[in-house]
Each structure stands twice: as structure tokens, then as C-alpha cells.
């Protein structure tokens, strides 16, 4: 009781003692944050950060606090309209998918419009302890209290906690205190990770606000469920970031218990206050939102942090990701029920079966075409479209399992539809008439509209075409669409370097005039050049990449290629990426590396770091599942941004961009791009068909399959097979390496492999799928085959594709081989030893197998 009545005593010291004071203060080894009492309020007046032996101050520091009420619940239909640039109003009609969500986005709560608006300065200061300090604040409608904690274990960063009681009945929300503001001058880099970034503030509100070109000038704020990584941040030209990054659970719960709750909106976020000053803000609750609602003496609270760091917006997203929402951990939870080579060898049955891959073959103008059936939305459809994948992975499953099902049955057909796709004739000569065919109508179409795209044609037919020719490179008119559709681009290529968006099919004219091909259109001639070997078209392919170096990559200005979304951004990002990277092994030009590498490091954001997984238990569709299993945490958006199709359906399970990424970590030794690419690809069996082995496309689809999808089981089968030989190649330190081809269309950056032999250890050998040879007693164990070139020999690579080490038992089935008979001698290259059938291999490890036989 002595003890108590002291603390109470020496706590009421403290108190009166600070009111007196007109200083309070928080610093340690890298930040200092001081107040002072001015006009009755307390006012941040110095906040600085530590750069090496130096403190840097950030000019414009404040300590406003806001809070908004609305005594009524915000109206949620939109507010006001806003034209294109080119004119118009956006977006135009026929884009109903985008149209629902735009209007969401553009009603007062998100413009931040809503409520009454009451800024603030805290009226009371308190030092509880030198690394604590606690400010009170009255408004007419509420009682703020704040709380801030220099971190023990982060000394760039801040701790808060805010507490709001109500004085009347309404609804709240109540910002984050405005730590500093940056002027436009100073600004470096903004971003909200999911729906923007940029260097500049961007004028045009659609190109910023739909499209993610540069940061907006209004106060807009966000939901969570499209925030790839929850951490709004300002970097300045002094190199310095401020981020705000809530606590762990504060925003939404994407599947809480037994259904999709991916639309709930827990929790704003922003770049800029109210006041529409650059400065990272939250806001909790959202205005009219759930908890939002208050009767007079009930109260809210929220915890959050800020961090300051001497480093640009890279090193602060590393922070939130690691280090806050715990993506390492996360990864440690991931383990396969089944190995991805083992889905594989499944989606081959998928795929030559007619009834499940719903393959069809139709005449056209004398040929034999074949496809298989779309049944998403295209225009003019009427459920008989048709549509190929990835003709790389066509080529490459075929070549490796030698199947006549598919040499016979499908290669020939999936052929002549290429071929019969091209226009021959007039300004759209060499381009593609679509990429979808009609089968009633009997004509090609595009997805939304009757256009023409230059990057459709770097798609259909310079990277179809010229994945094809690298398994048939004596197939004289295959070469000739390639060199028409080489042509094509380079009569269209402006003079900048760059492309038009689309071409109206009927007129020829130029379409989309309110938005740049930030896409890397440029990669078809740098095809071409591979292919062909003509210099000019080397030339105009490093012109493209130039101008998308210096109005994309540099100012962070991405568009996507669906379109039915209007082309938000997508995918394409990473494929950028990858294209120069090519295009920098090619020419071994630096500034395409360094181009590269700055384009993977924004398509990170693309990819969903939360909520942390547990493995709290919930139920999918009638199926007990931990948490774990079903997270988004680790996989990609199609396209985030506000009216993507993560906004309602979440993220997708195509992970195109794994290979890449671990092409990268081999590049840089930047951890995140290892661990985004193992969190998107190992562990989501919860997402497959257990009969087919095809994954749902949509997160929000769980385990239905392909469903209107069926074509997309062969980029599956491309990305697994980039993804493990990637592992492969990096897990060897370059011992095992095999070609890669061109970057498949569409969907992402993985590549085509199998046209040409590889090296293991020094030998050539050649890719092999002979289902049932290897069978490994862990699920988390991988595997490749391949066969020596010199000898009969068969290698087997194994991989253990989880973080914690792993023992396991090898069966080998060699008498399942054309030699007839089990092996002679089994050898490992790894260690150079003599191997048996029990293994252990460490987190991520690898084992090359030679096996001699007869």
C-alpha cells in the first residue's frame, strides 16, 4: 500500500512538475524528437535523425492531432466526377467491372471530404520516463489521449498508442498526429505499397489515383485490402524516410473465420493529413465503418509506429516487412502437402485430357486451330471463346515427357492457331487479331474491344513465336510472322522510343491517348534481334527500353496489359523487370541492370506481406484450415491499385514472378526477393485441386480449380518449372544451369526452358518428366531429371523447398526408364560421395544425384 501510494504520489510530481516544464523530449543513438509549449499547446519543434556522425532535422515538424466526426453515418455514393485528360468522363462505361469500384473510391470518405475535421495541438504534456511521454488533448466532441515510447528493440522508430473517448453520439475517426510534413520541393519518393508511387506529385488525378503515376494531390485515403505492405512513407531528397506502420491486426482480417472478409475496411491509410500536406497518416476507425459509431463515454484505441530512417523507401519497407509483420517467420510456417514437380507431372494428365482441359478444335479458314475454352468475360462472347497459354510450356512439357498425346493431339493444333492469328495485310500487318477466337463468330477478337495492342503483338507473336523457333529453329514461316510482327513495331515505334496503347481496329487511329505504354512493348524486337540477328532491331529495342527507363522505371509510372481492368497496373511490372535483365545480358549496358533491379524492387509491392499468418484454425468451404494455409501474405496481386481485381477477389496464385525473384536474391543477396519468391510458391496446397492439381487463379477461389480458366494450368506449369530451376541454379552456386527462353505473355516474368541442353557439373544433359521415378518420402522435398548427353546417366536434383532441415527417403524407380533396369551406381555431385536411399538436407538445401545406368 506504501509502495502504491507512493508511485500515485511520485506519478502526480511528475505531472505538475511537467506542466511547468516548457520542454519535453524523446531521443536515443537515432532520434530526437523535442516539444515545446507555445500558445497553451505543445508543438514539436525539433525532429531530427541520425546520418552516420551527423543529426539531420527535418524542416516542417508539427504534432498536430486530428480527429473526425460526423454526427450522422457519411453518405458512401459518390461525390464528385473526373474527367480524362484527353476528355471524357472516367471511366468510360463499358469498363463495368472498375465502374462499382471507382465509385467506392471516389465518395467522400475516400476523397476525405467527410465529417467535420478538428485539428488540434495537445494541451498537456507529461515526461513519464525519458523514453516515454504521454499528451492530452480536448475537442468539442472528444478526450484524446497519446501515448509515445521510444522502441527498445528499433531506435528508429516511435511507438504510439492513441486512446478517444466520446463526448457525444456520432461517428469517429481519429487520425495519426502529424509528425513533420514535406514540402514538394524536398520530395523523393511517396508511395502507399499497393496503389502508388512516384518522385513527383502527379497533376492528373486519374493517372495518379486509377494508375498509380505519381503521387496524388489529394488527401485520398486507402484501404487496407489492396495495401500490399501496410507502411505509407515519404523519403526526402536529403535522404531521409518517414513511414507510419500500424500494429499488427489493426487493419483487416482478409477470411476472419469462415467466409471472405476481404472487403472489410478497418483501417485508412494515407500520404498525406487532412490539410493535404505530405506527411504518412492513419486513420482509425474509417469514418462510417465498422467501430466507428460511438455513443457518448465509449472510446476506441489504437496502437502504432513511426519510423524515421537515414535510407531510402526500400530499406524502410524492409523494415515493416521483417521486422514488424514478421515475413520470416511467416516463411517458417509454409510447408507443401505437395511438391510442386509433383503437380507437375498431375497437370500433364490435366492437360492432355479434352474433357477436363476443355480442349477443342475448330475450322478456320482451312485450318485445324486449337484451343481451349474461355469462359471469362470477353466482348462478344457467347461462351465460345478459345485461348492459349504459354506455348513455351506447351513446347517444353511435350520435349520433356515426349508424350505423343501432346506431340499429336495438341502441338499441331495449338500451331496453326498461332499461325492463323496474325493479320497479313494492311497498317495491321504483322500484329494479332486477338488474342481470343470466337468460335460461332469464327473470328479472333481482343479481350475488351474491337483494338489493336503493340504489346499484344510483343506477346502473341514475337514471345509465342519466339519460344516456338527456339524448339523448331528450322521453321522457315514461323520466322517470317516473326519478322512481320518485328515490322509491325517498328513501323509504330514513335520517335521517343515509345508506343501508342492501342490502335482502334477499324480506323487505324490511336486509342488511350490519356495513358502511356509503361510496358515493355520494347521486348519483341529484342526478340527479334535473338532470333534474327538484325542489328536495327537491337537499336530500336534499346530505344524502347531507354524511354521506359527514364518516363517508368525513374518516376515509378507502371501500366498493366488487361483489358478489361483499363489496363491497371499489373503484372507487366515484373515483366519489365525481367526484360532488362535480358536486355542488360545481352548488351551488358549497366544502366539496364541498375534499371532492372529498381523495377523488381517496385514490383515487391505487388506483393501482400500481410496480416502475419498463424495457425489459428478456420473453416474453408466446409474444410478445417490454419491460418497459415490460406494467407495472402507472400502472393501477388493480377492488379491491386483501387479498381484492380484485388479489391474484391484478393491476390492470384499464378507466382510468375519467383524465378525470377531468386534470380535476383542470386544477383543482389537481397533476402526479400528469396523469401517472396519461396512465401508465394511453397505451401499453398489449401489453393489446388486435389483431383486435377490446378490452382484457383483468384485467392478468394481457394481450391475450385481452374474454373472458367483452363488454359492457365499451362503458365502453372511455366512458372513452377522457372521457379525450380532457379532454386536449382542458385542452390549449385551456377553448377547446374540450363537456357532460359523468352518471358511467357501476359501474366508475369517466368521463362521457357528445355529447347536446348543444360550443364550439370560440366555435363550437357537435357530435361526430363518420368512420372515415377523419383519418389521422395517428404512432400516438401522437389525434384528435376535430366539426362546426360555423353553418357547414360540420369541426374536428379533434389531441393528441399522449406525453411527447417529435412530428412527423408528416396525411392528411385530407374527400371521405369527406356534403359529397362535398375541402376548401376548412385554417386552424389554435392558431396562426391557414394548415395543410398536415407537423406537430410538442410533449409533450403540441394542434392545432384548421378545415376549410371546399364
Known amino acids: 500500500m506504501k509502495y502504491l501510494m507512493a508511485l500515485v504520489c511520485w506519478g502526480m510530481t511528475s505531472w505538475l512538475s511537467s506542466q511547468a516544464q516548457q520542454t519535453l523530449s524523446l531521443k536515443n543513438e537515432q532520434l530526437e524528437l523535442v516539444w515545446q509549449r507555445k500558445d497553451g499547446g505543445w508543438q514539436l519543434t525539433r525532429l531530427a535523425v541520425k546520418k552516420g556522425k551527423n543529426w539531420e532535422s527535418l524542416p516542417n515538424p508539427s504534432g498536430e492531432g486530428t480527429v473526425l466526426f460526423s454526427s450522422e453515418k457519411p453518405n458512401p455514393e459518390l461525390t464528385r466526377s473526373f474527367q480524362l485528360s484527353t476528355g471524357g468522363t ?101 508511395t502507399v505499397p499497393g496503389y502508388f508511387q512516384g518522385k513527383g506529385i502527379q497533376k492528373d488525378f486519374v493517372k495518379a489515383y486509377a494508375y498509380g503515376m505519381g503521387v496524388p494531390e489529394l488527401p485520398v485515403v486507402y484501404r487496407e485490402r489492396c495495401a500490399s505492405t501496410l507502411c505509407p512513407l515519404v523519403s526526402t531528397k536529403n535522404d531521409v524516410t518517414l513511414s507510419i506502420i500500424p500494429d499488427p491486426g489493426l487493419g483487416r482480417d482478409p477470411w476472419a473465420k469462415d467466409h471472405s472478409t476481404q472487403t472489410n475496411w478497418l483501417l485508412g491509410l494515407s500520404h498525406k493529413n487532412r490539410k493535404s500536406e505530405l506527411s504518412p497518416t492513419l486513420y482509425y ?45 511467416s516463411l517458417a510456417l509454409r510447408q507443401s502437402t505437395q511438391a510442386l514437380s509433383n503437380r507437375v507431372e498431375n497437370m500433364h494428365h490435366y492437360l492432355t485430357d479434352p474433357v477436363t482441359s476443355l480442349w477443342r478444335v475448330e475450322s478456320y479458314k482451312g485450318l485445324q486451330i486449337g484451343a481451349q475454352s474461355y469462359l471469362g468475360g470477353v466482348v462478344g462472347s457467347n461462351k465460345d471463346a478459345m485461348k492459349n497459354a504459354d506455348y513455351g510450356a506447351m513446347w517444353y512439357l511435350s520435349t520433356a515427357t515426349a508424350d505423343p498425346k501432346l506431340i499429336q493431339n495438341v502441338l499441331p493444333y495449338a500451331l496453326n492457331f498461332k499461325l492463323a492469328q496474325q493479320t497479313d495485310t494492311g497498317f495491321f500487318k504483322g500484329a494479332v487479331e486477338g488474342q481470343y477466337y470466337l468460335a460461332q463468330s469464327k473470328k479472333f477478337v481482343e479481350e475488351w474491344g474491337e483494338v489493336v495492342e503493340p504489346i499484344a503483338v510483343t506477346y502473341y507473336t514475337m514471345l509465342d513465336i519466339g519460344n516456338l523457333l527456339l524448339f523448331e529453329p528450322t521453321n522457315t514461316e514461323l520466322k517470317e510472322k516473326l519478322k512481320a510482327g518485328a515490322e509491325f513495331l517498328l513501323r509504330t515505334q514513335k520517335p521517343n522510343g515509345s508506343w501508342a496503347v492501342a490502335y482502334d481496329h477499324h480506323t487505324d487511329q490511336e486509342l488511350f491517348k490519356d495513358i502511356p505504354d509503361v510496358r515493355p512493348t520494347f521486348y519483341g524486337l529484342l526478340v527479334a534481334y535473338r532470333i534474327l540477328r538484325e542489328p536495327r532491331y537491337l537499336a530500336a529495342a534499346q530505344k524502347g527500353a531507354d524511354w521506359l527507363i527514364k518516363e517508368s522505371i525513374e518516376t515509378g509510372s507502371f501500366l498493366g496489359v488487361c483489358g478489361d481492368a483499363r489496363y491497371a497496373p499489373d503484372f507487366a511490372t515484373g515483366q519489365s523487370a525481367q526484360a532488362l535483365l535480358d536486355l542488360y545480358e545481352l548488351t551488358k549496358a549497366e544502366k539496364y541492370k541498375k534499371a532492372a533491379l529498381t523495377a523488381a524492387k517496385i514490383y515487391t509491392s505487388s506483393i501482400y506481406t500481410h496480416p502475419i499468418p498463424n495457425r489459428t484454425v478456420k473453416e474453408v468451404n466446409g474444410v478445417k484450415r490454419e491460418d497459415w494455409e490460406i494467407a495472402q501474405s507472400g502472393l501477388s496481386f493480377e492488379h491491386g491499385g483501387i479498381f484492380g481485381s484485388a479489391v474484391r477477389h484478393g491476390p492470384i496464385q499464378l507466382c510468375s514472378h519467383a524465378g525470377m525473384f531468386i534470380r535476383l536474391y542470386q544477383l543482389t543477396n537481397e533476402p526479400l526477393f528469396a523469401d517472396m519468391a519461396r512465401a508465394g510458391a511453397l505451401g499453398r496446397d489449401a489453393f489446388v485441386d486435389a483431383k486435377t492439381s490446378v490452382a484457383s487463379y483468384y485467392w478468394n477461389g481457394m481450391n475450385k480449380g481452374a474454373g472458367p480458366y483452363p488454359h492457365h494450368a499451362w503458365w502453372q506449369v511455366g512458372w513452377i518449372t522457372d521457379y525450380l530451376m532457379a532454386e536449382a541454379e542458385l542452390r549449385t552456386q551456377g553448377k547446374v544451369h540450363f537456357p532460359r527462353g523468352f518471358v511467357t505473355p501476359k501474366v508475369g516474368p517466368h521463362q521457357t526452358y528445355g529447347f536446348e541442353p543444360g550443364t550439370i557439373y560440366g555435363d550437357k544433359a537435357r530435361l526430363l518428366i518420368r512420372e515415377g521415378v523419383v519418389k521422395p518420402s517428404s512432400p516438401v522435398i522437389d525434384y528435376i531429371l535430366a539426362k546426360s548427353e555423353s553418357a547414360n546417366r540420369l541426374y536428379v536434383i533434389l531441393l528441399n523447398n522449406r525453411q527447417q532441415a529435412t530428412a527423408f527417403n528416396l525411392n528411385l524407380a530407374t527400371e521405369s526408364m527406356p534403359a529397362g533396369t535398375r541402376a548401376k551406381t548412385l554417386r552424389s555431385l554435392t558431396t562426391g560421395k557414394a548415395a543410398g536411399t536415407a537423406y537430410e538436407l538442410p533449409g533450403f538445401g540441394v542434392e545432384v544425384l548421378a545415376i549410371d545406368l546399364p
Open 90 to 190: 472516367f471511366p468510360e462505361s463499358s469498363y463495368h467491372y472498375q465502374k462499382e469500384q471507382w465509385k467506392e473510391s471516389t465518395n467522400a470518405v475516400s476523397l476525405n471530404t467527410a465529417g467535420q475535421a478538428e485539428h488540434f495541438r495537445f494541451s498537456k504534456g507529461q515526461q513519464v520516463s525519458p523514453r516515454q511521454l504521454r499528451f492530452e488533448a480536448e475537442t468539442p466532441q472528444a478526450t484524446i489521449i497519446t501515448d509515445w515510447q521510444l522502441d527498445d528493440r528499433f531506435p528508429t522508430d516511435v511507438q504510439v498508442h492513441q486512446t478517444l473517448k466520446a463526448k457525444q453520439k456520432g461517428y469517429y475517426s481519429l487520425a495519426s498526429p502529424t509528425l513533420a510534413t514535406v514540402s514538394e520541393s524536398q520530395l523523393a519518393w511517396a
Open 285 to 329: 476507425p474509417v469514418l462510417g465503418e465498422t467501430n466507428s459509431g460511438l455513443a457518448s463515454g465509449e472510446t476506441i484505441q489504437y496502437g502504432f509506429r513511426y519510423s524515421l530512417i537515414s535510407g531510402d523507401w526500400f530499406k524502410a519497407i524492409n523494415h515493416a516487412v521483417y521486422d514488424i509483420y514478421q515475413f520470416r517467420e
